[in-house]
């Protein structure tokens, strides 16, 4: 999640959120998971961002085609269901995660969160933040968790925008 955080500061695209980001992180993970057992990932099924992503959410199921080499000219393929279950602690440690590593980037924040809200303020940002993480966290929670952070990220932008 924080590479994909940086590679959006770099390209100041707004492109990166909480959804595409743990997508990256799960698909990632799964791969690892099946090379363990000397399989490779192959495919997905269709709209595998959505799926993905949905499973997350539900502590559902998602459909791959995995592949092994067999010898030199022969592969073997099997189809199999993985199953994404997480508990809803874990599910706010990622959402945790990735609104800790937005609050440390400052430029990100002010010119992809900031810039839509029409008050800066612990509970616009809080609000905002909920939001970003499909309220995996509630407001109330990311204001307990990351006030001083928040406040941190105000004075320093507001600073920056006073220095320009």
Request: with cysteine.
């Given at each position: 999640m924080e590479e994909s955080l940086r590679?959006?500061?770099?390209?100041?695209?707004?492109?990166?959120?909480?959804?595409?980001?743990l997508v990256h992180l799960l698909i990632h993970e799964i791969r690892e998971k099946v090379q363990e057992d000397g399989w490779r990932l192959k495919a997905f099924e269709k709209n595998k961002e959505e799926k993905v992503?949905?499973?997350?959410?539900?502590?559902?199921?998602?459909?791959?085609?995995?592949?092994?080499?067999?010898?030199?000219?022969?592969?073997?393929?099997?189809?199999v269901i993985v199953k994404l279950d997480f508990p809803e602690d874990k599910k706010k440690k990622v959402a945790e995660k990735y609104i800790d590593t937005v609050l440390e980037g400052?430029?990100?924040?002010?010119?992809?969160?900031?810039?839509?809200?029409?008050?800066?303020?612990?509970?616009?940002?809080?609000?905002?933040?909920?939001?970003?993480?499909?309220?995996?966290?509630?407001?109330?929670?990311?204001?307990a968790k990351f006030k001083d952070k928040i406040e941190e990220a105000i004075k320093v932008i507001d600073d920056a925008i006073d220095d320009e």
């Open positions: 590679e959006d500061n770099i390209s100041e695209s707004c492109y990166t959120n909480f959804k595409d980001a992503f949905d499973a997350f959410m539900k502590n559902g199921e998602i459909k791959v085609l995995l592949s092994k080499k067999v010898d030199e000219q022969k592969y073997e393929y099997k189809k400052y430029y990100y924040l002010d010119i992809c969160i900031f810039i839509d809200l029409d008050e800066v303020n612990i509970d616009t940002i809080s609000d905002a933040l909920s939001s970003e993480v499909y309220s995996l966290l509630s407001p109330d929670e990311i204001k």
